[in-house]
């Protein structure tokens, strides 16, 4: 848990910056496990992102040799600029953070609930090559109910960053944890790096397995009634 001391440093820092971190974006910014942003990430708007992109995409291609008067290639740095920004790292972004319906747990359903397989893209922020995985969420109430398909896009919005695997699995944990108002939440994602599968490395076959087990979950025996639940 963030001391206090902590969050005044970071605080001033932030002052200091002369920005505040709602500027910033990023919720997870005095938890230490923030994604690394610069001060001034969200002083221009998505469209200025596009365009400059856009150009430097070009630049790229052109050092690569590649001609851009070709009909196939010239729509190219457009095209990127726009996945980049409006598709797969929009979790960058906190205007695209999921608006989360919570009910109240009328049910008096007491026992965990696991939302399980759930498909997910990110990108390897070392390599900018697509992790494509599973992420299984699981949490007890403590009084509010969250509507399901929202645990599916809270694990997509963190996945449409540039990210390692230990930083989602943790972004998502936090997030549930201050939604659902409980430490009794689970995370556990299985993911292939294309990083370690189709370059570098070239082992198609393993996969990368993270974990959060907080609160009531962090027992041995809950983690097996987990892990019998997921099969795994
Ligand atoms: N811990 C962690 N490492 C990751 C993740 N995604 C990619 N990596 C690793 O990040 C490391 C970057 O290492 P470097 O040696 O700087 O990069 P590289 O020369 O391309 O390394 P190789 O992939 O071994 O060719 C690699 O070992 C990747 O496998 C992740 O989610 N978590
Ligand atoms: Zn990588």
């Given at each position: ?157 963190y996945a449409k960053r540039p990210q390692v695997q230990e930083r989602l699995t943790n972004q998502i944990a936090e997030e ?57």
């Amino acid at each position: 848990m963030i001391t206090e001391v902590i969050l005044k440093e970071k605080q001033q820092e932030q002052k200091l910056n002369g920005f505040s971190f709602e500027e910033i974006g990023d919720d997870h910014l005095f938890t230490g496990l923030e994604t690394p942003m610069k001060p001034d990430a969200f002083k221009i708007s998505d469209k200025e992102k596009k365009e400059k992109i856009s150009i430097l995409f070009e630049e790229i291609m052109n050092v690569m040799g590649l001609d851009l008067t070709d009909d196939s290639l010239k729509g190219t740095p457009k095209r990127v600029a726009k996945m980049y920004i409006d598709e797969i790292f929009s979790g960058l972004n906190p205007a695209n953070k999921p608006k989360v319906a919570l009910f109240d747990n009328k049910y008096q359903y007491n026992q965990m609930l696991v939302e399980k397989n759930i498909t997910f893209y990110s990108n390897c922020e070392h390599h900018f090559v697509p992790i494509i995985g599973k992420a299984h969420v699981a949490y007890i109430s403590s009084g509010k109910v969250i509507g399901l398909s929202k645990l599916n896009r809270i694990v997509q919005y963190y996945a449409k960053r540039p990210q390692v695997q230990e930083r989602l699995t943790n972004q998502i944990a936090e997030e549930l944890k201050g939604i659902l108002e409980t430490d009794d939440v689970a995370v556990i994602i299985d993911a292939k790096h294309l990083c370690v599968s189709s370059r570098g490395v070239k082992d198609d076959t393993s996969s990368t397995v993270t974990s959060y087990f907080g609160g009531k979950f962090n027992t041995q025996e809950k983690i097996a009634e987990l892990q019998n639940t997921l099969n795994y």
